[in-house]
């Protein structure tokens, strides 16, 4: 076996790692890319992410904005009603999404697998 000697082994850049620490929990992007439409109430965005539950919205939301992507706003009722809107940084994110969604549709377009043609 080829001994490596002081070099360092390859790393994830830290910049990646942060990334997906946030938006590899499920409905995290979806969550973002609804919000990029502008500000959305709860209960709307509870049906634009199907499947998703009450909880589940919340806790996603409470650490998008806690990392400084999401403000919840309170309008004044009645009745109360709660929205949530990106703040800049969460709206620099949208060329990125974009770009993501524009791969899945070119390598993912077969059923959530890359087409056999780009498989080298």
């Keep these: 076996m080829a001994e490596r000697g002081d070099e360092a082994c390859r790393q994830v850049d830290t910049g990646m790692a942060r990334v997906f620490e946030l938006f590899g929990?499920?409905?995290t992007g979806l969550?973002?890319?609804v919000l990029l439409a502008g500000p959305v109430h709860f209960a709307e965005l509870r049906r634009a992410v199907p499947g998703i539950s009450e909880r589940m919205l919340s806790d996603r939301l409470t650490e998008l904005s806690a990392a400084g992507l999401v403000v919840r706003e309170v309008d004044g009722g009645p009745p109360l009603r709660v929205s949530y809107r990106l703040t800049e940084a969460g709206r620099a994110l949208d060329p990125a999404l974009k770009e993501l969604g524009q791969w899945a549709e070119t390598y993912l377009a077969d059923g959530g697998q890359c087409p056999a043609r780009?498989?080298?």
Excluded: A, G, L
Aim: aromatic share 22%.
């Design 25 to 27: 929990k499920r409905w």
């Design 31 to 33: 969550i973002v890319s």
């Design 118 to 120: 780009f498989r080298n």
